[in-house]
């Protein structure tokens, strides 16, 4: 009997910028009770979320493990805060060929190989760490933008692997570390 589960496919930042993430997300909740984005590491998404067999995790593993291991480490550059409309604020990624032609290839194996949904935002693909987002008050929305954007998260670091995160409890949570192609 099939156990559909919710998956998706992140990078995570270096360690700095990962807790500098981490630590404005839990100030806008202390200071104005928008907490949805911690219910997820700080990330930069390349495969949104999708339903799968809890039971075939260790062939989707398997699976992407193989496709992703052909793929060389690449850098990346997180500078500034933008928006998505008033409904999320984010550290936007710098443009990257190699990130944005993984995340392409990445779209079309799923297709075809894993026969998952493509969804528009997979097509619309603009990486972004979400900083906050869902519980964002429209009254408030100014207020919060000038505090996030007064603290910028910048820096640049390595991607040698992408994680595959797994809704459990409600929250995601890092199930698996899936390695790229980096040269010694």
């Not at 839990?26 to 911690?38: H, I, R, T």
Request: proline share 4%.
């Amino acid at each position: 009997m099939k156990n559909m589960e919710k998956y998706f496919l992140a990078i995570l930042p270096s360690e700095e910028i990962f807790n500098r993430a981490e630590q404005i997300k839990n100030e806008l909740k202390e200071k104005f009770n928008v907490k949805y984005a911690l219910k997820s590491p700080a990330h930069i998404t390349v495969k949104m979320p999708f339903p799968f067999d809890e039971n075939r995790e260790a062939q989707l593993i398997e699976k992407l493990g193989s496709f992703l291991k052909s793929y060389p480490c690449f850098d990346l550059r997180i500078a500034g805060i933008h928006h998505f409309g008033n409904r999320v604020i984010y550290s936007k990624v710098a443009e990257s060929e190699a990130l944005r032609t993984l995340q392409e290839d990445l779209r079309k194996f799923c297709r075809l190989h894993l026969h998952l949904v493509e969804e528009l935002s997979d097509r619309n693909y603009t990486p972004h760490m979400t900083l906050a987002f869902k519980d964002i008050k429209p009254k408030i929305y100014d207020q919060i933008f000038e505090f996030v954007n007064k603290q910028p998260i910048e820096g640049a670091f390595s991607v040698h692997q992408i994680c595959l995160l797994k809704k459990v409890e409600g929250r995601w949570k890092v199930i698996f570390h899936l390695d790229l192609q980096c040269k010694s």
